[in-house]
């Protein structure tokens, strides 16, 4: 599982010009799924976002997690994590998990998510999405399951 998490003041989702889902002060993650993958994977990869302190303390130092600042983070699909760019000039995206693995782990990172924090937003996996944000500091944390041991 890979996710690219993105500190935000704020962000949101669109699919065809309607808004489906946000998140305000927290994480827009950005999640991919690997066919090797499993609830398991799902249920540590959120631990450990869970548990990041990223977010600044009173004295400007990253001390803080999502539940030490009450954060909210926007989950969003995103096979194209795994893209293959070693050869030629078009990516292959054969790494990532097929849609039905992909779409069931997605919805247990969510399920995982909404156990532990108030506001869980959610693209539709498989779409076209359109997403805004405004990343805070700028803060972007690449996490790899297989790396972390997870």
């Known amino acids: 599982m890979r996710a690219c998490l993105q ?6 989702v669109r699919v065809t010009n309607n808004l489906v889902g946000s998140c305000k002060q927290g994480f827009l993650i950005l999640l991919g799924v690997g066919p090797q993958d499993t609830q398991q994977t799902a249920q540590a990869m959120w631990n450990k976002i869970y548990g990041l302190r990223v977010f600044n303390d009173a004295v400007g130092k990253m001390n ?3 539940a030490d600042i009450n954060g909210e983070v926007l989950v969003v699909s995103q096979f194209t994590l795994y893209a293959n760019a070693r050869r030629g000039k078009r990516p292959s995206f054969v790494e990532a998990a097929g849609p039905q ?4 782990l997605y919805e247990k990172f969510c399920e995982c998510a909404a156990q532990d924090i108030a506001h869980v937003g959610r693209g539709i996996f498989g779409a076209d999405m359109q997403v805004e944000l405004v990343n805070d500091g700028p803060v972007t944390i690449w996490l790899d399951s297989t790396e972390l041991g997870l």
């Open 7 to 12: 500190r935000v003041t704020h962000a949101s």
């Open 101 to 104: 693995l992909g779409n069931e």
């Open 64 to 66: 803080l997690s999502l």
